[in-house]
């Protein structure tokens, strides 16, 4: 279960992060990324005063108590600023099943609201699948090293002089 919090948005029109919230929940949930908390559940767990409702975004202590408050096991943060038709969306994905650890793009879009809802779009898809483990995080590297360790060691035993023999001298 995912927890999407409202669009945190800096020189945006709230609006327009509202069309982005409502662009990534569709978008997360025909992915069959993840369930998507239902935003009524969001906005209950969040903060109920300023300045700390506007702020939880911006602080994972925050965002994961809140991931936590809807029986989520993910949540993700969204910032949105701009400066007239560039956009600065920042998604970062916080893992309860890892210990909280979070991941975050950002990425730079130029253009109209709908380039923006598309690469919003893609971005959040792509963040929840998981990363691609690096080749030592991989059970046959370390089945292969340990084949190799063992042939290290077995075959100079195999093949040792047991010093028992008889010297063949001419």
């Known amino acids: 279960r995912l927890a999407l919090l409202p669009v945190d948005t800096v020189g ?29 559940e969001i906005e209950a767990a969040l903060p109920k005063e300023e300045p700390a409702r506007s702020a939880c975004p911006q602080d994972p202590a925050c965002v994961e108590a809140t991931i936590r408050r ?7 943060a969204v910032t949105l600023s701009g400066l007239g038709d560039t956009h600065l969306i920042r998604l970062r994905l916080h893992d309860l099943r890892h210990g909280g650890a979070a991941r975050e ?9 709908e380039a923006l809802v598309v690469q919003a779009r893609a971005l959040a898809v792509r963040m929840l699948r998981d990363p691609e483990r690096p080749w030592y995080g991989r059970w046959w590297a370390w ?3 340990g084949v190799g360790v063992a042939a290290a060691v077995a075959v100079p035993l195999a093949l040792r002089d047991s010093g028992g023999g008889e010297d063949l001298v001419d």
């Open 12 to 40: 945006v029109p709230a609006p327009r992060g509202e069309r982005i919230w409502t662009a990534l929940a569709r978008s997360l949930a025909d992915a069959g990324a993840a369930e998507v908390a239902p935003r009524a």
């Open 70 to 76: 809807v029986g989520a096991q993910l949540g993700l």
């Open 105 to 113: 793009v950002r990425e730079t879009v130029i253009g109209t609201e």
């Open 143 to 145: 089945a292969a090293i």
